[in-house]
């Protein structure tokens, strides 16, 4: 029997479970998160947007730690920048899972955990980003704006960073996608999220994996690739307003 | 605080030879994985370079492809989907054991079972899966940093005299190459790291291990905590290990 002769049936299920792997067994509700049982690809993108929007803030202090003066600040955002670039995202999520119920006596939610995970994974790279990206203006833009009677933080609060973070936007989506590739990962500490609801199917029908996980492939890349191409478009727009060296 | 740290127990007994199994798994899968992604990741370069279409088109969609999927779909694909298109030859050679190497082994009177070297259809789907990820990863760097140096160095090489082939042996690749290494590297990093991803299928590499520690003997922060200093150990001594390799060998090129 070749496989055309089950691919109608196959595709079929594939086609029936579709609604779960896009949100889960979501139910409206009226009390506060308006939602539950969210789950698939909606869960995912709840992951990463909550995720990135955390990080930027932890991401954006470390990296203005990392090119600080001060030597205390600056050691100490090495170290954390370094020690979590160095360590696959998949230990963090065990560790905060599992560091919970030291420091509060009771463990915190898979999601939520997973969520701190990413947030402190994820800022370590934009710190990286930010210092990059503060690194890439001139250096007469700070010197123009000291020289003008700005104070330092004055500085860089009105004159660097809000050139700094516009060039950094392609990045930051960049690491969104990342960050959404990697919100696959909460699957194996039971986050109801596309790559669990993909195995619940699996697990479920047992002899449609092939046609599964080609579907989870292909809504993953539909997702990062339109944003993918959507930073590169905005590379090029942006170079063309970028402050030079002359 | 009432939680008791347990940090000897962590890393002796029968707790700490399965961190040593699973460090000794985890830089033999991702050895291989770099590898077979390496050169993957030429061919899939090369592809990329040719003048036919096809090829760029098969090349283009391969690195675009792989990289916007997530490695865990990958590995899941590669091992629970992909029996059903391959060969049912390819199948019975993925779904034996092998002893990678040496196998079971007696040395000074002790008894190695090599366990930990067997090599069970789960490892040959990660190594499968963290090569093709990676490869289209490697691919693009390789690209970038052909196409970093200027065209024209092609157009005056060809100009002296030289055919395409050894414009690119002689004047195009040793300078492509010093540009090329750093970022390669730090993919080779990223695959050791993804490497623990292989823990989902139970493949027994030092994240596995870690999950091993937390349910046998309930060490579950010390496990993991060990575990994340192995990974941070070794994501260290290489990149100290470019830093050397950039002092020493990079030409300082000002264009």
């Known amino acids: 029997m070749s496989y055309w002769d089950v691919a109608p049936e196959h595709w079929g299920l594939i086609w029936d479970n579709l609604d779960y792997f896009l949100w889960g067994a979501a139910k409206f509700t009226d009390q506060f998160p308006y939602v539950e049982n969210l789950g ?5 993108i709840v992951l990463a947007v909550l995720g990135i929007l955390g ?9 203005l730690m990392r090119i600080s003066r001060n030597r205390f600040a600056k050691y100490t955002s090495i170290v954390y920048i370094e020690a979590i670039r160095g360590t696959p995202l998949l230990m963090l999520i065990f560790w905060f899972f599992f560091l919970a119920p030291i420091l509060m006596g009771q463990t915190l939610p898979a999601f939520h ?15 990286e980003i930010v210092r990059a990206g503060v690194n890439a203006l001139p250096r007469g833009q700070m010197e123009a704006a000291r020289g003008s009677g700005l104070s330092h933080v004055q500085a860089m609060r009105y004159v660097i960073l809000p050139q700094a973070l516009r060039n950094m936007i392609p990045s930051f989506v960049n690491q969104f996608v990342s960050l959404t590739k990697d919100t696959s990962l909460a699957y194996i500490i039971g986050v109801n999220e596309l790559m669990r609801t993909a195995v619940q199917v699996d697990n479920r029908e047992t002899k449609i994996s092939f046609e599964i996980y080609i579907t989870i492939a292909i809504l993953y890349f539909v997702v990062c690739y339109v944003l993918t191409s959507y930073s590169r478009r905005l590379e090029k727009k942006l170079s063309r307003y970028q402050a030079r060296d002359r | 605080m009432q939680y008791q740290f347990n940090w000897i127990a962590t890393v002796t007994g029968e707790p700490g030879r399965w961190l040593w199994e699973g460090f000794v798994t985890t830089l033999e899968v991702s050895f ?40 865990l779909v990958q590995i899941f694909f590669w091992y629970f989907g992909a029996g059903v298109i391959l060969p049912d030859s390819i199948n019975d050679w993925i779904n034996q054991l ?19 070297m067997l090599f069970s259809s789960e490892s040959v789907s990660v190594i499968i899966a963290l090569a093709v990820y990676t490869s289209a990863f490697i691919a693009e760097e390789l690209r970038a940093g052909i196409f970093s140096i200027p065209k024209n160095q092609l157009e005056a090489s060809r ?11 002689f004047v195009i690749m040793p300078q492509a190459i010093r540009i090329v290494v750093p970022p390669l590297i730090s993919q080779f990093l990223n695959l050791i790291k993804n490497s623990s991803l292989a823990m989902a299928l139970g493949v027994t590499e030092l994240t596995y291990q870690a999950t091993q520690i937390e349910s046998y003997h309930g060490l579950a922060f010390e496990g993991f905590t060990v575990a994340t200093l192995i990974y941070l150990a070794i994501s260290l001594v290489v ?5 050397m390799y950039n002092k020493h060998f990079m030409l300082q090129v000002k264009y």
């Open chain 1, 55 to 63: 990080a930027f803030w932890l991401g954006l202090g470390a990296g």
């Open chain 2, 159 to 169: 100009a002296t005299g030289l055919t395409f082939l050894q414009a690119y042996r």
């Open chain 2, 98 to 116: 092998y002893y990678w190497f040496p196998g079971p082994f007696t040395l000074g009177g002790g008894e190695y079972t090599g366990e930990w």
């Open chain 1, 113 to 127: 955990s997973t969520l701190i995970a990413f947030i402190v994974f994820t800022s370590a790279y934009i710190g």
């Open chain 2, 32 to 71: 291989i994985g770099i590898v077979f992604a390496m050169i993957l990741g030429i061919v899939i370069c090369v592809l990329r370079m040719t003048r036919f279409k096809p090829f760029v088109w098969f090349s283009v969609a391969y690195t675009e492809f792989f990289r916007n999927t997530p490695l």
């Open chain 2, 239 to 243: 990149s100290f290990a470019i830093n």
């Open chain 1, 40 to 44: 698939g690809l909606a869960a995912s």
